[in-house]
RNA sequence: GCGCUCGUAGCUCAAUGGAUAGAGUACUGGCCUCCGAAGCCAGGGGUUGUGGGUUCGAUCCCCGCCGGGCGCACCA
């Protein structure tokens, strides 16, 4: 983020004025009342005012009196304010603030003024961290990682603007099953390349890739990892179970392959790391920690984790496994931590990491998990209880999945089979801005139908254009002015008196609080939301107002409110990674 | 079957318990001798799946029903 730690200095926050003033009519009028919330919102009809307030409501049950009756007596003990035009009292009891011009333009000088660090929150001193994508390094990444990536890097971005301490990592699960199985995939597939074909197992990674691996191994170490189709099938046990089969043919490479097997092993992995490293970096997707799931293991933690769940009393043994006791914290059963034949479930590492996560001093943890792990927050949670950890320090969003339409047809999506559209195929095709911020077009747990036609059109059919084209026509006054733009922030603002200046200087006005807002709900959705209305108030008004006229006051005005315009969309598109083309 | 989740304009989607439920798209009709028409202006379009409840007020909260998605491993 570009954004500089100067704390963001607003000339005149108006929701902060009207809030004091509603707060000093209710001591007058019911001080009793005091603890009462006032609450300001933004209507949504601008013959509504710019500010309208429901306190009267809110306090007519408890004074037993007429809401309408009560806001006339708030607006006669309202102190005088020279920001305010008008107070008007509508509906069933509404009262409606109408700012002066002044104060309604007063905005431009407090974005100019901050610049980048325009919506900036106040520095916190909390501790947050966002995991996301964290997706198994047994291939390439797909358009669902996507969006958990886009989803991820945007809600840090934005938590971190409104002033929280982040760090974004990602969970490397480098142990377990899954990576054996890309080993042995990939052993198979190399094997081949010597005429000793194995029947490939039909739920093996079946992907390209696969056979690329091997390909590399062959040329760097020739015939090393080489075993006769004979000595392999020799190891093969009796059975029709497709996953007993796969774990036989694992066991097969670890014993031919002894020490060999940690090198395919680590090779594999390093692969896919690199490969889903430099694949987010492209998308613009940072990370401040891997996090390696094996290190819980080689430092212990796993088995500290479950000791301590032993020693609390939620652990028993059945069936020559190691359960916990879930179903005291709200699950629906219990479940295993350790199994029969001594390996830690997968379950067990992430009690031990997610109780590591705490231990680094998170005050607060954000998951970013797929949909399809919703039934897995409840025993995490219960996991975090019984070892005496608060869970409700760990907030767990779910993203929900991706369709792809192409042509009005539903893309196939299976990562085992290798069929389906990775994340890099995507951004090829749209390109990354197009991409970031069409993942951003929905609510993170509203399925998402990604239409790649669409996204890939360059015409107003393509939101990201529209925004992107405002900053654009801006870049493009401003050099065609080619002044001082620096000198721009000390303007005098008083030219700007049309009603579609007020509306962008409201829209402009409104972005810390939904900095705020967004970064509350989790929800970095909501700014791309405002950054399509910021575009339209813009568009609409540049349409009706030309920028570059004789009058030398009306033109600079102009420009400021232009150049401000500019400034808040830089901050909120460099928050959702999309760029901002100063042509296009 | 049980659990979680979602049903809003023809389509894609918004809406801290607030006023006449909003955008975009599509459709219809206008606007470039004028700072970028990837733009703007105007218009028609809705019983917020359905039935109850909570209250001054419900798209939002609670319960039932209908419909879609996901999950229900000693996989991760």
């Known amino acids: 983020m570009t954004a500089s730690s100067a704390p963001t200095r607003i000339a005149f926050d108006a929701r902060q ?163 054996d199985i890309l080993a042995v995939s990939a052993w198979l597939r190399y094997l081949e390349l010597f005429g000793e074909a194995v029947p490939f197992p039909p739920n093996a990674y079946q992907g390209d890739y696969v056979r690329d691996m091997a390909e590399q191994v062959k040329l760097a170490h020739g015939d090393r990892y080489l075993h006769p189709v004979e000595a392999v099938l020799a190891c093969m046990c009796e059975t029709d179970d497709a996953d007993a089969r796969l774990d036989c043919l694992i066991l097969a490479g670890k014993d031919l392959l002894g020490e060999d097997w940690a090198y395919i092993h680590g090779h594999v992995l390093n692969e896919q790391l690199t490969d889903c490293r430099a694949d987010l970096e492209e998308f613009g997707v940072h990370f401040d920690v891997w996090f390696s799931e094996r290190s819980l293991f080689e430092t212990g933690m796993v088995a500290r984790a479950v000791a301590a769940l032993e020693k609390s009393g939620h652990i028993y043994i059945q069936d020559g496994a190691r359960w916990f006791r879930s179903t005291s914290f709200g699950d629906e059963k219990d479940r295993v931590v350790q199994r029969d034949n001594g390996l830690y479930t997968y379950f067990a590492s992430d009690i031990a990491y997610h109780l590591n996560k705490f231990e680094r001093g998170f005050d607060k943890v954000v998951d970013v998990w797929g949909a399809d792990h919703h039934g897995y927050v409840s025993r995490v949670k219960g996991a975090l209880s019984a070892s005496g950890a608060d869970a409700s320090r760990l907030e767990v969003t779910l993203v929900q999945f991706v369709s792809l339409f192409r042509d009005g047809q539903k893309a196939s999506m299976s990562t085992r089979s290798g069929e389906y559209v990775t994340l890099r195929q995507l951004r090829a095709e749209v390109g990354n801005d197009a991409c970031r911020f069409f993942y951003m077009l929905r609510k993170c747990d509203q399925a998402l139908d990604f239409d790649l036609d669409l996204a890939k059109s360059e015409s107003n ?24 733009q620096a000198a721009l922030a000390a303007t005098d603002l008083t030219p700007l008196q049309h009603e579609r200046e007020y509306a962008l200087c409201a829209r402009l006005a409104e972005f810390p609080e939904l ?70």
């Open 17 to 179: 004025h009207l809030t004091g003033l509603l707060r000093a009519a209710l001591d007058s009028v019911a001080p009793e009342q005091g603890h009462a919330e006032i609450l300001l919102e933004r209507p949504k009809q601008a013959s509504h005012g710019d500010f309208a307030s429901n306190l009267a409501m809110q306090l007519a049950r408890e004074l037993k009196t007429n809401p309408r009756q009560i806001a006339e007596r708030l607006v006669r003990a309202l102190p005088a304010s020279d920001a305010v035009a008008k107070v008007d009292i509508a509906g069933a009891g509404f009262i409606n603030f109408t700012l002066t011009p002044t104060a309604r333009t007063a905005v431009v000088a407090a974005v100019l003024g901050a610049g980048p660090a325009f919506g900036r929150g106040p520095a916190s001193r909390l501790k947050l961290q966002v995991e996301f994508v964290s997706a198994n390094p047994t291939g390439p990444l797909h358009v669902g990682h996507g969006r958990g990536a886009a989803y991820g890097a945007s809600l840090a971005s934005l938590l971190a603007f409104a002033g929280f301490d982040v760090t974004r990592e990602y969970y490397v699960n480098d142990a377990g099953r899954q990576m």
């Open 515 to 584: 900095i705020q807002q967004a970064a509350r709900d989790y929800a970095p959705h909501a700014l791309a939301f405002y950054l399509k209305d910021l575009a339209g108030d813009f568009h609409s008004w540049y349409n009706a107002e030309r920028v570059l006229v004789d009058d030398q006051p009306t033109r600079q005005a102009r420009l400021a409110l232009a150049l401000a315009t500019r400034q808040v969309l830089q901050n909120g598109l460099s928050l959702l990674g999309v760029s901002q083309p100063v042509s296009m």
């Open 461 to 484: 059919d393509n939101p990201v254009y529209y925004v992107q084209y405002a900053h654009a026509r801006i870049c493009s006054v401003l050099a065609q002015w080619d002044g001082d």
